[in-house]
């Protein structure tokens, strides 16, 4: 037996702040039929597409006390990792590190906090990998 990953829960001091957060960012509902009110304790929010992970902030009393020993990662659906970038800094995410081109042009990706502190990346899209692998392919091999 295997098992799936049903969710991924982040601790916060508010729930319904922090999902109302998060569902521009993601492109996120809450749940049908289940609203996040202020003052719930646990809000989930879930990919209206069925594709992605839902995500459940659940209140605690202590605070963010270091770097998050997990994080997300995201890939933009369409858009470029750059635009992406811009959109959710323009959201109000914190710049916390900038690994652009670590690997050479058009590698790497951004580390942000949101408005707790929570870290996560904004990697490039997969068009944008295929692309760069399919230059790779076509640069002639070194004799």
């Known amino acids: 037996m295997v098992s799936f990953v049903s969710h991924v829960t982040v601790d916060c001091a508010d729930a319904y702040s922090l999902a109302q957060w998060w569902k521009p960012v993601l492109g996120y509902q809450d749940v049908p039929g289940d609203p996040n009110l202020p003052g719930h304790e646990e809000c989930m929010i879930t990919d209206p597409e069925g594709k992605g992970v839902d995500v459940l ?68 899209s997969l068009e944008e990998v295929a692309a760069h692998e399919r230059a790779a392919a076509a640069e002639p091999a070194d004799t």
Request: aromatic share 8%; net charge negative.
């Open 57 to 124: 902030f659940v209140q605690v009393p202590e605070g963010k006390s270091a770097k998050n020993r997990v994080h997300l990662d995201l890939r933009p659906r369409a858009d470029l990792r750059d635009t992406e970038i811009e959109r959710i800094a323009a959201h109000g995410a914190t710049v916390v590190g900038d690994h652009r081109g670590i690997y050479g042009p058009g590698s790497g990706w951004v580390t942000f906090a949101d408005p707790e502190g929570n870290e996560f990346c904004v990697l490039r």
